[in-house]
């Protein structure tokens, strides 16, 4: 995803307007591998300023995660803005604006996505609120199955953690 920011340096332009739509297999973020299941859309306009270049984008795209309960696959749509300042050198990142380096001429836009992809996928990704996830006894998904784990007389580990709380406002009282 490279966009040639020549015209713009140029002064040959003011505004490269940016508006495309492309493939890429995955995104590479906190140690993982995200795969990517739809093309990555960039809607938006790079902007000559006194200050420099600055753009203001937002993205578009589809991927893969898991159920952090139950580990079922999930198709994750993520939209958002990514906006700040282009610099040409690492040092000249800006301490209290979001800014972003280029190469030359090129700013490879997958690199950006990378860097703010972090911030912007959810914390916690479930099926479903209600998501039951695996027995920590025998490992079936619970959600699709019962197991004989709870007839077990040590089952205090498998309180539904809803229920905990309200275990601990009886022993208080
Ligand atoms: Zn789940
Ligand atoms: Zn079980």
Redesign the pocket.
């Known amino acids: 995803m490279i966009i040639s920011l020549e015209k713009l340096i140029k002064r040959e332009v003011d505004i490269l307007d940016l508006n495309f739509s492309q493939k890429i297999d995955s995104i590479n973020c906190c140690g993982k591998s995200y795969k990517v299941t739809s093309p990555v859309e960039l809607k938006g306009k790079i902007i000559k300023t006194g200050e420099g270049m600055y753009l203001d984008s937002e993205v578009k795209f589809s991927i893969l995660d898991y159920c952090s309960r139950c580990l079922k696959e999930l198709e994750i749509d993520l939209e958002y803005p990514i906006k700040g300042f282009l610099v040409k050198n690492e040092k000249d990142v800006l301490e209290d604006e979001d800014t972003y380096v280029y190469n030359g001429d090129e700013l490879d836009f997958k690199n950006i996505i990378e860097d703010t992809f972090v911030l912007n996928i959810p914390q916690k990704v479930l099926c479903d609120e209600d998501c039951k996830g695996l027995?920590p006894?025998?490992g079936?998904n619970l959600n699709e199955e019962e197991?004989?784990?709870h007839d077990d007389e040590n089952d205090e580990q498998f309180v539904d953690p809803r229920f905990a709380k309200l275990k601990d406002f009886f022993k208080n009282d």
């Open positions: 027995c006894g025998c079936v197991c004989k784990c």
